[in-house]
């Protein structure tokens, strides 16, 4: 399970990640631009503006660090139900199995039995004559 609104793992941003800053300069050069103002460097912000765009970084690279560890967890939990799920289907056919050999004992037994009663009713019959 990928979460796709997110970098792979190997990527983790931080305040001072100068593809982020780069990316952010020419978002905000592009939006500069339309309100006529220059090139807007994240470093140089507006006091307020800069301290948010970082917050808003630190809080993306947390939201990350939650969804790779949600992953993580993920995949052990799933890992646990498979072991479960081995650890059930294997139980359940010894069980199976250990039923199937009642059965064939009982039917023996039932055979055993049945021999047992034809030869007392031949030694009866034998008796009466």
Known sequence: MQNC????????????DKTVISSMNRAFSMVGREHDHDDFDVYR??????????????????SQTRARDAERKAASLIKERDCVANAL????????????????????????????????????????W
């Open 89 to 128: 289907f294997h139980d359940s056919s010894q069980l199976f199995a250990y039923r199937q050999w009642v059965r064939l004992l009982e039917f023996q037994v039932l055979k055993a039995q049945e021999q047992q009663w034809k030869q007392q009713e031949k030694k009866f019959v034998l008796w009466l």
């Open 45 to 62: 912000g507006c006091g307020d503006v800069n301290y948010e765009k970082l917050e808003l970084l630190n809080a993306l690279r947390l």
């Open 5 to 16: 609104d997110l970098p792979p793992p190997l990527k983790v941003f931080s305040a001072s």
